[in-house]
């Protein structure tokens, strides 16, 4: 097998997350998942998912399309001038949950127990902050998502080797900063309506919104971010709607090779069309398959 081969398919699966793609999987790529696929942009206006079956829609976007979408502007985390280039994924997905909307506090959403139940399986630990003003820090989590046993394995052969960075990495470490948005902060904040404007599908006032700020994501993102909102529809049932958005550095994206039958490319990793390297559930399923889950688990543990 020539050198080359080797060294680029190091390096792909050092890299973490792939690609270039910019169309919607047309059927869920999660075995057993209830979703309904549908175009990122979906509107709730008229129609609403059904009880037991949420909606999910994505897309790529590389960078200069995506910042004059309406969406953009309160995706976007604040990033350093002169950023590396970077292409955008964004995921949206829909649910009903059989809950009152009474329950979705900032005391219950920001709390540890809460955070285990959305994501059980990756691994969280709350960062303790201090303000040396005396104003009460934000709720903060760092996040470890671990690489399937393969990609590690090569990950360490590789550096070892010199062919990789000594920073690269077996797993995935992020930092998320939690905010909450009351109705009436809503009611009463011009700036937060406008916000609300610029991601609304549904045309009807939130009882709360959550945002998860992503900061620190390894080597491979620029910035993340979650937005989802709250909305009653009855005395037991509220309707969730989130928003997610990951800009991923082009240098990551790039990487990959297409040799014969082998498809090594960026677009066959992040699709999960790739037989050696991605795996049937995690992020070594592709980033389509790795939201969705997360999607999912967030409404199972929501439910």
Known sequence: MPRRFIVLLILIIGSGVFTNANANAKNSVVNGSPVKIMPLDFNLRHKLPSASTPWYGWQLFSWKNWITRPSSGPLLMPIADGHLPMSVFQASFAAILQQPISLFTKNYLHSMATIQKLDPNDLHEQVQLKDPNGVKPPFVVQTVVRFPNAWARLIRIGKLAKILSSKSSDHLIMTSVFGYISKDQILTNPKIQQIIRRLDVTGRTPYAINTQGIV????????????????????????????????????????????????????????????????????GAGLPAYTEELFLDMWRGLN
């Open 216 to 283: 620190n994501i390894n080597e491979i993102g620029e910035f993340g971010s979650m937005i989802t909102f709250f909305y009653p529809l009855g005395a037991h049932e509220t309707l969730l709607v989130s928003d997610f958005a990951l800009g991923v550095k082009n240098k990551i994206l790039n990487l990959g090779f297409h040799v014969g039958s082998l498809n090594f490319t960026g677009e066959g990793v992040l699709l999960g069309d790739n037989p050696v390297l991605n795996t049937s559930t995690g992020i």
